[in-house]
């Protein structure tokens, strides 16, 4: 995404420790946004729409490799939560979490993150910011921007609760309107949003479907300068 787009920010969270497992993810050797080229240009073209209304783009997630899923899984069967997580899921969304997995085999970690196309996009305004250790991000109070400073959208990205349905009800009127406007610009570039997960988009018309990847997300490469021509 840095090579289509520098401006969109990115915050990948199964990089690094701060997400609902409390650890860096396998897989995720690198904490950057991988997708394949079609997706990549047509979310710098959500970008520079959103650019014009004095917003950004933030993602957390983009290819999710296979190995990513099954650490995702083998997780959710722990008998234990350890308290690094306890901040990123309420009580509901886990066991949402766990019934799902077990319902369906992969519950809220579909198969189709195995493919390079935009796993979580969202509007922010700055790129981070220190926690607020005294709310739950998840599904902050009205009004307040989660954790990292994002616009209110009524949860936090990867929070396992209903209120994360793009539809969901018990939204405020400002909250509805992000999320409207998110959904809407998304589309209007090839985007269709995951209902259960207001941060969920997949690009219409991907061009690799029913292949799952599973290499790892390495360090980006940069290109060397080319040197000078001696005379």
């Given at each position: 995404?840095?090579?289509?787009?520098?401006?969109?920010?990115?915050?990948?969270?199964?990089a690094?420790?701060?997400?609902?497992?409390?650890?860096?993810?396998?897989?995720?050797?690198?904490p950057?946004?991988?997708?394949?080229?079609?997706?990549?240009?047509?979310?710098?073209?959500?970008?520079?729409?959103?650019?014009?209304?004095?917003l950004?783009?933030?993602?957390?997630?983009?290819y999710?490799p296979?190995?990513?899923?099954?650490?995702?899984?083998?997780?959710?069967?722990?008998?234990?939560?350890?308290?690094?997580?306890?901040?990123?899921?309420?009580?509901?969304?886990?066991?949402?979490?766990?019934?799902?997995?077990?319902?369906?085999?992969?519950?809220?970690?579909?198969?189709?993150?195995g493919?390079?196309?935009?796993?979580?996009?969202?509007?922010?305004?700055?790129?981070?910011?220190?926690?607020?250790?005294?709310?739950?991000?998840?599904?902050?109070?009205?009004?307040?921007?989660?954790p990292?400073?994002?616009?209110?959208?009524?949860?936090?990205?990867?929070?396992?609760?209903?209120?994360?349905?793009?539809?969901?009800?018990?939204?405020?009127?400002?909250?509805?309107?992000?999320?409207?406007?998110?959904?809407?610009?998304?589309?209007?570039?090839?985007?269709?949003?995951?209902?259960?997960?207001?941060?969920?988009?997949t690009?219409?018309?991907?061009?690799?479907?029913?292949?799952?990847?599973?290499?790892?997300?390495?360090?980006?490469?940069?290109?060397?300068?080319?040197?000078?021509?001696?005379?």
């Open positions: 995404m840095r090579d289509t787009d520098p401006t969109i920010l990115q915050d990948m969270r199964y690094t420790a701060n997400n609902f497992v409390g650890k860096k993810v396998p897989g995720y050797e690198a950057e946004c991988v997708l394949v080229r079609q997706a990549a240009d047509a979310l710098a073209a959500v970008q520079a729409e959103l650019r014009g209304k004095h950004t783009l933030k993602v957390y997630d983009c999710r296979a190995r990513a899923v099954k650490a995702f899984v083998d997780w959710a069967k722990l008998p234990r939560r350890s308290q690094s997580e306890v901040h990123l899921l309420s009580r509901a969304g886990k066991a949402r979490l766990v019934s799902g997995l077990y319902r369906d085999g992969l519950g809220p970690f579909p198969w189709r993150h493919r390079p196309h935009p796993g979580a996009a969202r509007r922010d305004r700055r790129a981070h910011a220190a926690p607020d250790r005294g709310r739950d991000p998840c599904t902050p109070a009205s009004g307040m921007r989660a990292d400073r994002s616009i209110d959208m009524g949860t936090s990205f990867d929070c396992f609760d209903v209120k994360a349905n793009t539809d969901a009800a018990g939204l405020t009127p400002k909250q509805r309107q992000n999320r409207a406007m998110l959904v809407e610009t998304m589309r209007r570039h090839g985007f269709k949003n995951y209902e259960k997960e207001w941060w969920h988009y690009l219409e018309g991907e061009p690799y479907p029913g292949t799952i990847f599973g290499f790892p997300i390495a360090p980006r490469e940069r290109s060397e300068p080319q040197q000078g021509t001696k005379k």
